[in-house]
Structure formats: structure tokens, C-alpha cells
């Protein structure tokens, strides 16, 4: 089974950064699209940024100037760089492939707040 590990989560003022880390089990992955999804209390699951297998990115309008996704195809490794953090980005925070698996790891939280 395909295991998804997030980390990188945390408690940070409004402007501040964070980077977050996904570490994934399957070989596959190199030749696999990953996003980084997530989750607000009382919100659905959205997707926030996207990664192709040969590293072409999108990032959703919300979060367009301010998050950088990467990849270490070798460590088998997606990166979230956050910066200049909102209340509003408070969520617990996924990595997935694009389109998701059925399986989802535990995630990571990150609470933007003074």
C-alpha cells in the first residue's frame, strides 16, 4: 500500500512561512502528477498547488504568489513552500497524487494566527 507522509506543520503569525514535506512509499511516483490539498474546518477538500512528473506547476488563485510546490524525484519528496501566510490558509494540509487515491495520509496542521 501507497503511504503518504506529510510534515512540516505548525503555529505561525500571519506573514510568516512554512515548509511542508510529503514523503511517498511507491517507486511510481516519478512518473506521477502530485498536488498538495487542503482541508479548513466545515470546508471541503480543495486542491492548493499541482506538480507534474517533470515538474511544471500550478498553484490555486488563492494562494498564487505565495506557495511554491517542488519535487526530489529521487527522494521521492514533494515540498509546499508557504509564505507570506493568511488566517485563511489555516487548514490541515495533504499530499496526493493528481487525480487523489483512495488513500489519504494523516495530514499536517497549519494554523496561521497572531
Known amino acids: 500500500q501507497v503511504q503518504l507522509v506529510e510534515s512540516g506543520g505548525d503555529l505561525v503569525q500571519p506573514g510568516g512561512s512554512l515548509r511542508l514535506s510529503c514523503a511517498v512509499s511507491?517507486?511510481?511516483?516519478?512518473?506521477?502528477?502530485m498536488g498538495w490539498y487542503r482541508q479548513a474546518p466545515g470546508k471541503q477538500r480543495e486542491l492548493v498547488a499541482q506538480?507534474?512528473?517533470?515538474?511544471?506547476?500550478n498553484t490555486a488563485d488563492s494562494v498564487k504568489g505565495r506557495f511554491t510546490i517542488s519535487r526530489d524525484n529521487v527522494q521521492r519528496m514533494v515540498y509546499l513552500q508557504m509564505n507570506s501566510l493568511k488566517p485563511e490558509d489555516t487548514a490541515v494540509y495533504f499530499c496526493?497524487?493528481?487525480?487523489?487515491?483512495?488513500?489519504w495520509g494523516q495530514g499536517t496542521q497549519v494554523t496561521v494566527s497572531s
Open positions: 511507491t517507486g511510481v511516483f516519478r512518473f506521477s502528477a
Open positions: 496526493n497524487f493528481l487525480p487523489p487515491r483512495q488513500y
Open positions: 506538480i507534474t512528473n517533470d515538474s511544471v506547476t
